[in-house]
Structures are given as structure tokens and as C-alpha cells.
């Protein structure tokens, strides 16, 4: 019984070395339970329609340190959670490639988009183009709808953005 007290004792000591300094590692009360990797998050700012619908105002969110595509997949849900995107957006595919981000959405943005108005329309997109732009500062930001250009009543977006929205 001793030498297991010690041996423990002595593990312990072990772990308390390895971690570095200032901070302590969390014993978990099960052995041998393999206990998931603590998620990471990073700040990041959400653009968001003003009150007059003329503007976009900044929200800072935290959003879970991924892949580009997590990545997208998080700011697109926080912005549908703000109310700037319409209910039942989801991110589709996400690519990056030769400094073009292009975010393929399901038809529910598309859908929301078509019932929001002229207004509407630039606000939820000014959300989403100004939001990505922001983080990626891509050259060219493609937004596509099940995989075709997104068409919205009032207009056909079958060419890249190549800027942030800005309002005058």
C-alpha cells in the first residue's frame, strides 16, 4: 500500500512539473477516461444592419478555432442568430483557393433574401459579404446558392464581390 501511495505521490509531482508555469493541468477524477480536447475560440466582428436599415453597425462573437470552412460555417450561424441572416441559412461548402473565398449556401438564404425586399436584401448581404471580408480579406468573395449564382428577384450575382459593402 505504500509503494502505491507513493508511486501516486510521486505522479502527481511529475504532473505538476509539466505544466507550465502560472497555469495548473485540470486532474481528471477518472482514470483512464480520454477526456476531448478543450475547444479553443477567437474573437471576430459581425457586421450588422443598423436600426434604419441605412448602415451597418460592428458586434464582436466568439466563434470555435477551426478549419476556413468551421470557420465560415460559425460567423454564417452567429449572423443567423443575430437576426442579420434569414432563419435556416446554413453554409453548404466553403473553398479557398487562389485568394477567392467562395461560400455556397442552401436555398433557405436565398429564399429569405427574396422575401426581405430591395432594403432587406442589402442589409443581409452587406452582413455576410462585410463579415467575411473583414476576417478573410479575400480578392474576391463568391457567394453561391446550391451551387448556382445566387438570384434574388432584383438582381443576378453571378460575379464576385471585390469589395466590402460601404454606405455612403
Known sequence: MKKKMAALLLAFGVLAGCAPQGQQEPISSQAG??????AQ???VT????????DGMVEENAKIEVTDSAGKVEDMVQALVSSGALPEGTETLAVNWKDD?????????????IQNSGTAGETMILASLVNTL????????????????????GHNIYDQPFTA???FE
Not at 477516461?33 to 478543450?38: C, K, L, R
Open 46 to 53: 459581425l457586421y450588422l444592419p443598423n436600426e434604419n436599415a
Open 41 to 43: 475560440y477567437e474573437q
Open 33 to 38: 477516461s480520454s477526456a476531448a480536447p478543450e
Open 100 to 112: 477567392c473565398l467562395s461560400v455556397d449556401l442552401n436555398q433557405a438564404f436565398a429564399d429569405g
Open 133 to 152: 471580408w473583414a476576417y478573410y480579406e479575400p480578392a474576391e468573395l463568391v457567394l453561391t446558392v446550391d451551387g448556382d449564382p445566387l438570384e434574388t
Open 164 to 166: 466590402p459593402y460601404t
